[in-house]
């Protein structure tokens, strides 16, 4: 008896059955594992902040003190003058604190960069050594949120305060290709919302870190846990295009008067990040690290143009945007001011 085997194969049905439950399945599984890179980059980053943290503490107990902010230019220069910034190393904390973050085999490689507050000396990227190691690409500067992408209008290598009673600060930058070149960082000090001031209400809120600062964490008033020390930063962005990145070697702090930026809009004074739901992650002074919410922090004042837009005062935000005056209460290190912050901390 001839027995004949029939094989059976899928019907068109059947196929485009099959097909559409793998594409259910697909579309369920990628927004999980984008969840889970979420997370593993959130993890990352807290890392770092918690690395450099340490490392500031540890400099403190070598030094009794903490690193400054940046050596830049001499209190008694007048305003924006030093266009050839000779009149000191304008190196990062950061930089200082290699040593602390077992990058001691690239501290030693520099020259003429010193923890000396009183240091005159020309610019890091003068000498070829320094110039050499500033582009060192280290990863706990760098968060993998972030797509590292090269800036199209230049990188800040270095900042400069305007000497008039104002903590006002402008960055220098080397353009393309040159601009391409750095070791970029994602992370900065903050120098509270507009750094030392004589004016009696932005004064209030100095922060930690300054141009050649010498704090000490016993005289952080406002207790270490509740004072902003590190936060990430993203450089200079719009409309999701990155215009600016950052030198660790040159750029050291930054202040939140502006409030905190977000992945698509920030100016390079702005703290900012590429985490999910707007979360920038900060180093409190006491080494824990915690995210904090940007949303309604953002502040852009209308800043006068005559006669000279730096010295004239910033007017101060409306007492309604509650989670910009959070924020400086957060980054100001002695403002004594007791405010609940459970309304951006995350």
Same mark, same amino acid.
């Given at each position: 008896?001839?027995?004949?085997?029939?094989?059976? $194969? %899928?019907?068109?049905?059947?196929?485009?059955?099959?097909?559409?439950?793998?594409?259910?399945?697909?579309?369920?599984?990628?927004?999980?594992?984008?969840?889970?890179?979420?997370?593993?980059?959130?993890?990352?980053?807290?890392?770092?902040?918690?690395?450099?943290?340490?490392?500031?503490?540890?400099?403190?107990?070598?030094?009794?003190?903490?690193?400054? /902010?940046?050596?830049?230019?001499?209190?008694?220069?007048?305003?924006?003058?030093?266009?050839?910034?000779?009149? !000191?190393?304008? *190196?990062?904390?950061?930089?200082?604190?290699?040593?602390?973050?077992?990058?001691?085999?690239?501290? +030693?490689?520099?020259?003429?960069?010193?923890?000396?507050?009183?240091?005159?000396?020309?610019?890091?990227? /003068?000498?070829?050594?320094?110039?050499?190691?500033?582009?060192?690409?280290?990863?706990?500067?760098?968060?993998?949120?972030?797509?590292?992408?090269?800036? +199209?209008?230049?990188?800040?290598?270095?900042?400069?305060?305007?000497?008039?009673?104002?903590?006002?600060?402008?960055?220098?930058?080397?353009?393309?290709?040159?601009?391409?070149?750095? !070791?970029?960082?994602?992370?900065?000090?903050? %120098? !509270?919302?507009? $750094?030392?001031?004589?004016?009696?209400?932005?004064?209030?809120?100095?922060?930690?870190?300054?141009?050649?600062?010498? @704090?000490?964490?016993?005289?952080?008033?406002?207790?270490?846990?509740?004072?902003?020390?590190?936060?990430?930063?993203?450089?200079?962005? @719009?409309?999701?295009?990155?215009?600016?990145?950052?030198?660790?070697? /040159?750029?050291?702090?930054?202040? @939140?008067?502006?409030?905190?930026?977000? /992945?698509?809009? @920030?100016?390079?004074?702005?703290?900012?990040?590429?985490?999910?739901?707007?979360? *920038?992650?900060?180093?409190?002074?006491?080494?824990?690290?915690?995210?904090?919410?940007?949303?309604?922090?953002?502040?852009?004042?209308?800043?006068?143009?005559?006669?000279?837009?730096?010295?004239?005062?910033?007017?101060?935000?409306?007492?309604?945007?509650?989670?910009?005056?959070?924020?400086?209460?957060?980054?100001?290190?002695?403002?004594?001011?007791?405010?609940?912050?459970?309304?951006?901390?995350?």
């Amino acid at each position: 008896m001839d027995r004949r085997s029939r094989r059976h $194969g %899928f019907t068109l049905i059947e196929l485009l059955v099959v097909i559409a439950i793998i594409a259910i399945l697909i579309g369920l599984l990628v927004p999980a594992v984008q969840k889970v890179r979420s997370a593993a980059s959130r993890t990352v980053c807290q890392n770092n902040l918690k690395q450099l943290g340490l490392a500031a503490h540890n400099y403190h107990d070598a030094n009794k003190k903490l690193p400054p /902010g940046f050596i830049g230019n001499l209190a008694n220069a007048p305003k924006w003058n030093n266009q050839s910034l000779v009149d !000191g190393p304008y *190196v990062s904390c950061l930089a200082l604190m290699l040593p602390f973050l077992e990058q001691n085999a690239i501290y +030693t490689k520099f020259v003429g960069i010193t923890t000396n507050l009183n240091a005159v000396s020309a610019g890091w990227w /003068g000498n070829a050594n320094n110039y050499t190691m500033s582009q060192s690409k280290l990863a706990v500067f760098t968060c993998p949120a972030d797509s590292q992408d090269l800036p +199209t209008t230049g990188t800040f290598i270095a900042e400069q305060v305007q000497v008039n009673g104002y903590y006002t600060t402008t960055a220098w930058y080397y353009a393309p290709p040159t601009a391409n070149v750095f !070791g970029f960082t994602n992370y900065l000090g903050s %120098f !509270g919302a507009r $750094g030392p001031s004589s004016d009696a209400f932005w004064g209030k809120y100095e922060g930690i870190f300054s141009n050649r600062s010498a @704090t000490k964490l016993q005289t952080i008033g406002d207790g270490t846990s509740n004072t902003l020390m590190f936060g990430e930063v993203l450089g200079q962005v @719009t409309n999701g295009n990155r215009d600016f990145q950052v030198a660790w070697m /040159g750029m050291g702090c930054i202040g @939140t008067a502006k409030g905190m930026g977000d /992945g698509l809009n @920030t100016s390079w004074g702005q703290f900012a990040s590429k985490h999910d739901g707007g979360i *920038v992650l900060f180093c409190f002074a006491d080494g824990s690290v915690r995210g904090l919410t940007a949303g309604g922090t953002n502040w852009s004042p209308t800043v006068p143009t005559s006669p000279d837009p730096y010295v004239t005062p910033l007017p101060t935000p409306a007492t309604s945007q509650t989670s910009w005056w959070v924020l400086q209460a957060l980054a100001g290190k002695s403002d004594g001011v007791v405010i609940d912050s459970s309304s951006i901390l995350n």
